[in-house]
């Protein structure tokens, strides 16, 4: 079988491209909540130190120039993102412990001690710390103080509780005693436990940790408590 023919000085047609999709016009803010959105998703999977710009680009679905446009430097965008994640988290805190009458003193510490564990947030946190940003006057706890809105919520709930009533200064240690706790455990819990002789971390740990901690939390605030 002989192929066909070509005429002298002719080439095939090639195909022409297929234009590229036009680009989503998003209003700033809109942008900026998504590339947020995905530096998180990353560091919830890879950690701060595998996640760079072009990554957070590739997982938002937007160009490399437009990350730069709003963060500038990797550092910055992963700053915006913990901030951002920790603002998120204290809302549905104080949401919950201001709109559920019943919740008690261990639910609440239950909140802190879910958030901390997170992987996302244990990683986001280790890298403010490591890389010396919550000594900056411009980390995101000293600008929004939201420990301090937690202590707020929790007071206002004892002194409209009518039972014994707790101090601001109890309630202020409470919370750093629970975000220490849970802010350590959840960095170094998978060595804590083998040292213990358990090997492996799991969830029935996990919550053998937190009951342990809240335990020793109410008695602290039982025998801080003052009658009215």
Known sequence: MTAPKVKAGRRPKAHKPA???????????????????????????????????????????????????????????????????SVQQRRAALAQIMGEADLSPRQWMRQFFDWASRPETARM??????????????????KHRGAARVVDAVLARSEASGGPRLARADIELMVLVVLSATHGYALGREGYWPSLGVDAAGSPEDDRFFEGL??????YLLARARPR
Request: include cysteine; aromatic fraction near 8%; glycine fraction near 6%.
């Open 19 to 85: 234009p590229p999709p036009p680009r989503t016009r998003r209003k700033p803010e809109e942008a900026r909540a998504l590339i947020l959105s995905a530096c998180q998703r990353l560091l919830a999977k890879d950690g701060p130190d595998a996640v760079g710009l072009k990554d957070v680009a590739a997982a938002a679905g937007v160009s490399h120039a437009l990350v730069t446009h709003y963060f500038g430097s990797i550092d910055a965008l992963l700053h915006a993102a913990l901030e951002d994640y």
């Open 125 to 142: 946190l280790a890298f403010g710390f490591l890389k010396g940003l919550v000594s900056s006057k411009d980390f995101f706890s000293r």
């Open 214 to 219: 809240a335990d020793m939390v109410e008695l």
